[in-house]
């Protein structure tokens, strides 16, 4: 992929969006974590296929060509249930649970060191459920395994998802000594109402004092994650919300919208439609939102990510080389992602893969010598054009047309005439420029990134993905 000297346009600093744009961009649509989206991934994709993409890594690596690698480890327990999650989780009140996924984690961990040869890693993530249920000796025994299999970079960002709910001062110190560098805490949303709406009690005075914390040891970087359009939400408390996160300065804020699919996650089930904002409130929460972070002086880094101007991310975005993996937003470059876990998904090569989603299948699959992907795709050259094109859209808002012509050896607009007359519509709305040298998202259209990228997907434009099964743009 070409770097481009040009950064990403900037927000505007108070944006006004016409109930008219709010109303025609008021669709489903897929996050472009990956393209193609997790949907789109077949059961033709198994063990032998993961096998033969570990394989080719390890040719890579022994030619020196191979990808820098990352590694995600999903902790899927929880001691009790968030009504708003849509995570693939086990809620327990049973500990004793984690010693068999820990000892099935590790025979993951041993069958892909024989396959590849392991390799040093630039990032490891945790994610869940609650990677914190795990217990200190728990997490330190699990760290070990993976540093012996893939040793981290001295520069390796080595992050991990804490519940405030559970977490102390004490318990972040013993992360700091384990090799954690990074935090992200689970906020949602201050407000007693919400809290109690969705199942998710914490006060403002917890997150605090963890923050301070974490800060004090030495953490690199604290992400705090946030979601609009939860059950008793007004613009208000959502403000009020939002100027408290804003007065604790985390490094980096995540900014989600809630996709209310009952039908699809049982714990849905318990929060009622009528406490829902309507559509009109749930657009106000998101622009309170968008005014008050950049009021506060973060960074609008794209896809309801903030970052404040001195952090790696916000640099990352106005360098340019800012890139996009199924963690969000990443400085770090292209690679390939080792997931380990039940329902993790990863990437190697022109490969996608993901594991299965319940612990009975995890643990059969292991227990018979096989990789437990139970899902994937090898990717074909048209795929990897687009994933391109949506790649440099979500993270550049910008494609140098001239450039990918040459890297790719085709005429840009003759490839994608279909896409460029499907672009007309959002650049009547003022969100993208579609000329002859240059695709260029506007300022105001930098907000509404994803909907740029989604013209370029092939298997959504065909009709060949539902959107029902998609987040909302706005």
């Not at 060191?113 to 392991?118: A, D, E, P, Q, Y």
Request: hydrophobic share 40%; net charge neutral; glycine share 8%.
């Amino acid at each position: 992929m070409d770097t481009l000297a040009s950064p990403p346009p900037s927000p505007t600093p108070a944006p006004l969006f016409s109930p008219e744009l709010l109303r025609r961009l008021d669709k489903n649509g897929p996050r472009y974590t990956s393209y193609p989206t997790a949907d789109r991934y077949g059961k033709e994709f198994g063990d032998m296929q993961y096998r033969q993409a570990l394989s080719a890594r390890a040719a890579e690596s022994a030619a020196g060509l191979a990808r820098p690698l990352s590694l995600y480890v999903h902790v899927p327990f929880c001691q009790s249930v968030c009504y708003y999650c849509a995570c693939n989780k086990v809620v327990t009140r049973h500990h004793e649970r984690a010693e068999p996924y820990l000892d099935a984690l590790e025979r993951e961990i041993a069958m892909h060191v024989r396959l590849m040869g392991g390799g040093a890693a630039s990032q490891l993530h945790f994610g869940g459920g609650t990677p914190t249920f795990l217990d200190d000796d728990e997490l330190a025994r699990l760290m070990r395994a993976l540093r012996t299999a893939f040793p981290l970079t001295p520069d390796a960002e080595v992050s991990i998802e804490v519940d405030p709910r559970t977490a102390t001062p004490a318990r972040l110190a013993r992360l700091a000594e384990m090799g954690f560098n990074r935090l992200s805490l689970g906020v949602q949303d201050f407000d007693a109402d919400v809290q109690r709406a969705v199942h998710r009690i914490q006060s403002f005075e917890s997150v605090q004092r963890l923050t301070e914390s974490a800060r004090a040891l030495g953490f690199q970087s604290v992400n705090m994650d946030l979601i609009y359009g939860l059950p008793k939400q007004s613009r208000e408390s959502f403000a009020h919300t939002i100027a408290q996160v804003a007065s604790l300065r985390p490094d980096r804020i995540a900014l989600y919208g809630y996709a209310h699919l009952p039908q699809r996650f049982k714990p849905q089930r318990r929060i009622l439609d009528a406490d829902l904002p309507d559509g009109e409130t749930r657009i106000g929460l998101l622009g309170s939102a968008i005014e008050g972070f950049l009021a506060a002086g973060y960074t609008y880094i794209g896809m309801d990510h903030f970052a404040l101007p001195e952090d790696s991310l916000a640099i990352a975005k106005r360098e340019g080389r800012m890139q996009r993996n199924f963690q969000g937003y990443s400085t770090h470059p292209d690679c390939d992602i080792i997931a380990l876990g039940v329902s993790a998904i990863g990437r190697v090569g022109d490969t996608y893969s993901q594991n299965a989603k319940t612990l009975e299948e995890y643990y059969a699959r292991l227990d018979r010598g096989r990789f437990p992907v139970v899902q994937g795709m090898v990717l074909g050259v048209d795929d990897l054009l687009r994933r391109e094109v949506i790649m440099q859209i979500m993270c550049q808002g910008r494609i140098d047309i001239p450039a990918f012509e040459r890297e790719h050896g085709l005429r840009f607009w003759q490839y994608f005439a279909t896409e460029r007359e499907a672009l007309q519509g959002l650049s009547e709305m003022g969100l993208v420029s579609a000329g002859e040298q240059v695709l260029q998202v506007s300022p105001q259209g930098w907000f509404f990134v994803r909907a740029v990228a989604m013209v370029f997907d092939r298997y959504l434009q065909a009709g060949r993905a539902s959107g029902a099964t998609y987040s909302r743009i706005v």
